[in-house]
């Protein structure tokens, strides 16, 4: 198996305290995955930029790439926008192999965690 990294994928804002919490999972991620490289990339407004990221980890010897779209759901970003941005990275580096999750909102673990939160919040 090569180097691995797993890219987490946000959008971005204009604050820099929005991407607190997406810092916290990055840190937390890292500590559950010690032998990859696990970072933070954004759609846009923010930096490093997904394909920016993707560059370094290419020049690191990254081989196996896996993107998280940290997004509640599958909307415009992540079904049009991302895929459109993986397809140029795929051309620009095709020694990478980039696997892409689904949105971390949509997963069944995720949603019962926030689920469950709501409920407390409601108690």
């Given at each position: 198996?090569?180097?691995?990294?797993?890219?987490?994928?946000?959008?971005?804002?204009?604050?820099?305290?929005?991407?607190?919490?997406?810092e916290?999972?990055r840190?937390?991620?890292?500590?559950r995955?010690?032998d990859?490289?696990?970072?933070?990339?954004?759609?846009?407004?923010?930096?490093?930029?997904?394909?920016?990221?993707?560059?370094?980890?290419?020049?690191?010897?990254v081989?196996?790439?896996?993107v998280?779209?940290?997004?509640?759901g599958?909307g415009?970003?992540v079904?049009?926008?991302l895929?459109?941005?993986?397809?140029?990275?795929?051309?620009?580096?095709?020694?990478?192999?980039?696997?892409v999750?689904?949105?971390?909102?949509?997963?069944?673990?995720v949603?019962?965690?926030?689920?469950?939160?709501?409920v407390?919040?409601?108690?």
């Open positions: 198996m090569g180097k691995r990294a797993l890219v987490l994928f946000a959008h971005g804002a204009r604050a820099a305290s929005w991407a607190a919490p997406f916290r999972l840190d937390m991620t890292r500590e995955l010690p990859v490289d696990v970072s933070l990339a954004f759609l846009e407004l923010m930096s490093p930029r997904l394909p920016e990221q993707v560059a370094l980890l290419a020049a690191q010897g081989e196996e790439l896996t998280v779209p940290v997004f509640l599958q415009g970003h079904l049009r926008d895929p459109l941005m993986l397809d140029e990275l795929r051309t620009a580096y095709p020694q990478l192999s980039i696997r999750a689904g949105a971390v909102g949509e997963a069944p673990d949603l019962r965690a926030m689920t469950d939160y709501c407390s919040a409601a108690s």
